[in-house]
C-alpha cells in the first residue's frame, strides 16, 4: 500500500488499494509492439486476450529474454488487478501469475546443504511438503489501466469497481478502454 501525506503533512495515510483476481487461469498472449514512448534500450511487450490489445509494458530485453525462454504464456495463467485511487480516477497494475521455474527453485537451496548429514532427511520432509504447498508463482507486470472517474460503475467501493476493471478486461471491452485511455491522455 502506498502512503500520501496527511493533510497537516506529517504523518502518511495509507493510500486504499483493493485487489481482483481471475478465479481461474485464462489464456494470454504477449509479443513485442512497436511504440514510439519506449525508451532506448527497452522493448515494449503487449498483452493480448481473444487477439484484443489488453494492455502494455515496457521491459528490459533481458526481461522479455527470460518470458520467451520459460514460455510463461503458454498456458492460461491467473490475472490480477492491483487498484487504487488517484487521479484521474482509478490507477490500477495488471499482473499475470506465472509459475516459478522447477530450476529456480532448485537454486535457491544452499549448495554446501548437500554434504551436511542431516540434509537427506530434511530434503524427503521438504519434498513431501512441496507435494501439498500451491506452486511458487511470481507476479509479471503487463501493464497499466486507468479508468477515469467520469467512467466508474462502482464509485462507492473500490473493490467492486476494480473487479469491473478485470472483467472488462478479461471478457471484452479493453481496447476501448486502452484507445480511451490513450486519447485522453494524450490530448486527441
Known amino acids: 500500500m502506498t ?12 493510500t486504499p488499494a483493493a485487489i481482483a483476481a481471475t478465479e481461474e487461469p485464462v489464456q494470454l498472449k504477449v509479443t513485442l509492439i ?13 498483452t493480448y486476450r481473444n487477439d484484443r490489445l ?10 522479455w529474454a527470460q518470458i520467451e525462454e520459460h514460455r510463461f504464456f503458454d498456458q492460461p495463467l491467473q490475472v490480477v488487478l492491483v487498484a487504487r485511487l488517484a487521479p484521474p480516477g482509478l490507477q490500477c497494475q495488471l499482473f499475470a ?9 532448485d537454486d535457491a537451496e544452499e549448495p554446501w546443504a548437500a554434504s551436511v548429514p542431516s ?3 530434511e530434503s ?9 504447498e500451491d506452486p511458487q508463482v ?11 472517474e467520469r467512467d466508474r460503475v462502482h464509485p462507492d467501493s473500490l473493490p467492486l469497481e476494480t473487479a469491473d476493471v ?18 485522453d491522455l494524450l490530448g486527441l
Open 3 to 14: 502512503a500520501a501525506p496527511d493533510p497537516t503533512g506529517e504523518n502518511p495515510v495509507p
Open 34 to 46: 512497436d511504440d514510439e514512448r519506449v525508451p532506448s534500450g527497452m522493448v515494449c511487450m503487449g
Open 54 to 63: 489488453v494492455a502494455r509494458a515496457v521491459l528490459s530485453p533481458e526481461a
Open 97 to 105: 501469475m506465472v509459475p516459478l521455474p522447477q530450476d529456480e527453485l
Open 119 to 121: 540434509s537427506a532427511y
Open 124 to 132: 524427503v520432509l521438504q519434498s513431501e511438503s512441496d507435494e501439498q
Open 138 to 148: 511470481a507476479p509479471i507486470p503487463l501493464g497499466n489501466i486507468v479508468r477515469f
Open 166 to 183: 478485470l472483467k472488462k478486461i478479461i471478457e471484452g471491452g479493453t481496447s476501448e478502454v486502452v484507445d480511451r485511455a490513450l486519447s
